[in-house]
């Protein structure tokens, strides 16, 4: 049985994992967060103490990494690395740069692909990332590019580290992180940061959370003739 996936790639601090699980709640698709796959596989080779550039230690350790997606009952993705729950652990400023950084590697993004891929295989996704279109689901039936300023990205993601408690956050501390990941994402050799050819690209900088996501749901069911 065919099954039906829709891509949604951007930069950090888009709105992509928000607009994301809410669209795919609303489908009754399950959400797929790859950046969290990513930051589990950053957890491992950070605790192992590994620098993001040494190519080769990355290369010794990283078979030793057991990562497996598991969702519960109310669909929330959870994320194991050698069957311990690291799910609370993923979202830290560090392992955002640490995550960011390894993701530059190859052999990375090559032991990641299959997993991604056999996700989409067995179910109806939305699938969320940076390479989404363009690599791991070129096929897919809605490619979506969900973009917005730096300057709004960031105060978003400053609103959001202050309602989890962190008084220390300054606005140009976040902005200088967000340019600095955009353009790390963006210039890697493999698998950059890009709108797909076929992609819909939908700016949210002047968009609530509930516009961007009813004009996501938009362009979803005017693809899949909904
Ligand atoms: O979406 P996020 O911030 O949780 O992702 C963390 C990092 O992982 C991001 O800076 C780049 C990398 N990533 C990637 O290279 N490809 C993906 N499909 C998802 C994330």
């Known amino acids: 049985m065919k099954h039906i996936s829709i891509a949604i790639d951007g ?25 969290a796959i990513y930051r589990t596989i950053g957890l491992f080779l950070q605790i192992c103490g ?15 990494a057991a990562i497996r997606v598991e969702y519960d009952e109310a669909g929330a993705q959870h994320m194991f690395l050698n ?26 993004r090559e032991v ?19 390479d989404i279109g363009t690599v791991v689901l ?30 220390k956050a300054s606005f140009e501390k976040v902005l200088a992180d967000i340019r600095q990941r955009d353009d790390r994402d963006m210039h890697r050799a493999v698998a950059p940061l890009k709108c797909a050819h076929d992609a ?9 959370l509930e516009e961007s996501a009813a004009a996501l749901l938009a362009v979803i069911e005017k693809r899949l003739g909904l």
Request: hydrophobic share 35%; proline share 5%; net charge neutral.
């Open 50 to 64: 590994v620098s993001p550039k040494d190519t080769d230690g990355i290369a010794r350790l990283i078979d030793e």
């Open 83 to 108: 069957d311990q729950d690291v799910t609370a652990e993923l979202r830290t400023p560090d392992l955002s740069d640490y995550a960011s950084k390894i993701s530059a590697q190859p052999l990375v």
């Open 112 to 130: 990641l692909l299959d997993l991604q891929r056999n996700l989409a295989a067995t179910r109806n996704v939305v699938m969320d990332g940076r």
């Open 138 to 167: 070129p096929k897919a039936d809605v490619k979506i590019f969900l973009t917005a300023s730096p300057e709004v990205r960031a105060r978003r993601r400053l609103l959001e580290m202050q309602e989890k408690g962190d008084k």
């Open 200 to 208: 819909v690209k939908v700016d949210t900088s002047d968009l609530t």
């Open 11 to 35: 930069p950090a601090g888009a709105g992509k994992s928000t607009l994301a699980r809410q669209v795919a709640e609303k489908l009754g698709y399950a959400y797929v967060d790859t950046g």
